[in-house]
């Protein structure tokens, strides 16, 4: 059962054009992170936000976490072809003395020029 | 700081035979993880060090894997008697403490083939 559900899977769209990828869970998270990874690389932490509600920016990318701190939504405007990557997110929750990383299974963009 | 550091990047290898892997964390990250990720998949949880305690590992991880960071810097990831569903990334990835919570900071990986 996987606990963080990304939707879609996999988006191919026009560069210039606008998207939304989704990032859902039952669960409460302390924080939720968005990760972006390109073919035989690790992923690159792109922002985390804590608080219910959180809305950050970075450039084109805008991220939300959900006020019940369950989900999280990322929308990027304007798609430029480096854009194209793996984008998955990564819910925290404390587990004893560990802070545990739940994953989704990302989901996969590809931006046309 | 160079960021993470994993060697070697890519590794195959026949079934059956051992492998290991090195990873090096930013200097001042007390924590390392290991994770593994197959095609289409997120990072999968094998295991977590703090200084060089190794507190947390997980149950998917068979008794052929083996990972230490002897000195609480550099860490290694071995894996003994190779099987062809060993074949995956294997990312490492640090942080400091009280850090994780806002994110991790991953090498570029290791890709393992075993043929």
């Known amino acids: 059962t996987q606990l963080l559900e990304q939707s879609p899977q996999f988006l191919s769209i026009q560069e210039g054009e606008n998207l939304t990828v989704y990032c859902n869970s039952s669960?409460?998270?302390?924080?939720l992170q968005w990760y972006r990874q390109e073919p035989g690389e690790g992923p690159v932490l792109l922002v985390t936000?804590?608080?219910g509600g959180e809305v950050k920016k970075l450039k084109r990318l805008t991220f939300q976490f959900g006020d019940a701190r369950k989900d999280s939504s990322l929308h990027i405007t304007a798609a430029q072809p480096g854009d194209t990557g793996l984008y998955l997110c990564?819910?925290?929750?404390?587990?004893?003395?560990?802070?545990?990383?739940?994953w989704g299974a990302g989901t996969k963009l590809i931006i046309k020029p | 700081d160079t960021g993470v550091s994993q060697n070697p990047r890519h590794k195959i290898t026949k079934r059956g035979q051992n492998v290991t892997f090195r990873c090096d964390p930013i200097?001042?990250?007390?924590?390392l993880y290991w994770y593994r990720q197959t095609l289409g998949q997120g990072p999968e949880f094998l295991t977590y060090?703090?200084?060089?305690?190794?507190?947390?590992k997980s149950r998917l991880l068979s008794d052929r894997f083996s990972a230490e960071r002897p000195k609480g810097s550099f860490s290694t990831l071995e894996i003994q008697r190779t099987e062809q569903g060993d074949s995956a990334m294997y990312l490492c990835?640090?942080?400091?403490?009280?850090?994780?919570?806002?994110?991790?900071?991953f090498g570029s990986g290791t890709r393992l083939t075993v043929v």
């Open positions: 990835a640090s942080s400091s403490p009280g850090q994780g919570h806002y994110g991790y900071t």
């Open positions: 990564a819910g925290g929750r404390v587990r004893g003395s560990n802070y545990q990383l739940i």
């Open positions: 060090f703090q200084n060089e305690a190794q507190l947390e």
């Open positions: 936000v804590v608080t």
């Open positions: 200097s001042e990250h007390n924590r």
């Open positions: 669960s409460v998270f302390s924080s």
